[in-house]
């Protein structure tokens, strides 16, 4: 299994535009969440779905954000517009119903110029 | 709600001594714990996790960490570092609810930098 996939790897864009990020979970993991990583406030949960719904959307900090998860293979989130406070490294996860089971992508490297 | 506190930001130890990464958590429900490892540009790595039964459990690369209820601690050990093992570690807790999905709950990290 190639594991969680996440692209970009890297991101620079200009405060304004529209940054779109996405991951693809392992085949079979029925959870998937979104967290935020900085210096100052660690490792955040943004959002998680579970069996493509979402379930827990508290953590995303403005309107500005939102997500999706189309169907089993494929999320995304969306930051319009972006702006500079929203540099940070972004990370995917999927697991199944076990616990333990969290597997991280290796990350983007969001920078708001 | 849970937390978790990681109450050193930064731990640097010399090649081959041992180390303490501390961990406290807070829940007002029962919990498994897990230990994250992130290498510099990746993802986290499971390190090892408590979920029932012997309060010791083992882990990948010679960790082990302790699992003690009533200081709510669950501390990172390893008797003998190499430099590879420099790198940032994450305790996290999950509440034991026998849910369909386990939303894990991070402290803010621990830097181990491991000198020669």
């Known amino acids: 299994d190639a594991g969680v996939i996440q692209s970009p790897r890297h991101e620079v864009t200009e405060m304004g535009q529209e940054v779109t990020l996405r991951c693809k979970p392992i085949?079979?993991?029925?959870?998937l969440f979104w967290y935020r990583q900085t210096m100052m406030r660690g490792l955040e949960l943004l959002i998680y779905?579970?069996?493509?719904?979402?379930?827990?959307d508290s953590g995303m900090p403005e309107d500005r954000f939102s997500a999706k998860m189309p169907n089993a293979s494929f999320s995304t989130l969306k930051i319009q517009p972006s702006e500079p406070r929203d540099s940070a490294v972004y990370f995917c996860?999927?697991?199944?119903?076990?616990?333990?089971?969290?597997?991280f992508g290796s990350g983007t490297r969001l920078t708001v110029v | 709600a849970q937390s978790v506190t990681q109450l050193d930001s930064q731990v640097p130890v010399f090649e081959e001594a041992p180390v303490e990464l501390r961990c406290n958590y807070s829940?007002?429900?029962?919990?498994?714990l897990f230990w994250y490892v992130q290498y510099p540009n990746q993802g986290l790595q499971l390190l090892l996790k408590?979920?029932?039964?012997?309060?010791l459990v083992k882990g990948i690369n010679g960790f082990e960490a302790e699992f003690n209820k009533s200081q709510t601690s669950f501390h990172l050990r390893k008797p003998s570092v190499h430099i590879s093992d420099t790198a940032e570690y994450f305790c996290?807790?999950?509440?034991?609810?026998?849910?369909?999905?386990?939303?894990?709950?991070f402290g803010k990290g621990t830097l181990l930098t491991v000198n020669p």
């Open positions: 996860a999927s697991s199944l119903p076990v616990p333990g089971s969290n597997t």
């Open positions: 085949s079979g993991h029925n959870s």
């Open positions: 779905f579970n069996n493509n719904v979402p379930i827990d």
């Open positions: 829940s007002s429900v029962s919990v498994y």
């Open positions: 408590y979920l029932s039964g012997s309060t």
């Open positions: 996290a807790v999950t509440k034991n609810s026998g849910g369909s999905n386990y939303k894990l709950t």
